[in-house]
Nanobody
Framework: QVQLVESGGGLVQAGGSLRLSCAAS????????MGWFRQAPGKEREFVAV????????DYADFVKGRFTISRDNAKNTVYLQMNSLKPEDTAVYYC????????????????WGQGTQVTVSS
């Protein structure tokens, strides 16, 4: 298991940008597939993006394609979510997640979770 700590959330106007970071502790970070999910009030947690251990393979939810970019720096044990052209409907708590030797879009596919960071987009 890895421990995950997110940062970088905040309040931004529609059309603005934010970059979320997730720092992981533990060994063999590059062996973990890393993902981002989000949860808005009254809604279920939903998949946002995922990146492979080496960083070369990514997958995105349709509603963020072309706006968000997931990346990782294995030397720093950190995964990022660059969010551009933010919309009010992107307002949610964003969670970093990790799993070893797996891949998926479901929350149940992942084994480690951060505490979340709030992103609020004003109109």
């Amino acid at each position: 298991q890895v421990q995950l700590v997110e940062s970088g959330g905040g309040l931004v106007q529609a059309g603005g940008s934010l970059r979320l970071s997730c720092a992981a502790s533990g060994r063999s970070f590059s062996n973990y597939v890393m993902g981002w999910f989000r949860q808005a009030p009254g809604k279920e947690r939903e998949f946002v993006a995922v990146v492979s251990g080496g960083g070369r393979t990514t997958d995105y939810a349709d509603f963020v394609k072309g706006r968000f970019t997931i990346s990782r720096d294995n030397a720093k044990n950190t995964v990022y979510l660059q969010m551009n052209s933010l919309k009010p409907e992107d307002t949610a708590v964003y969670y970093c997640t990790a799993v070893r030797n797996n891949w998926g879009r479901r929350a149940a596919d992942f084994t480690s979770w951060g505490q979340g960071t709030q992103v609020t987009v004003s109109s």
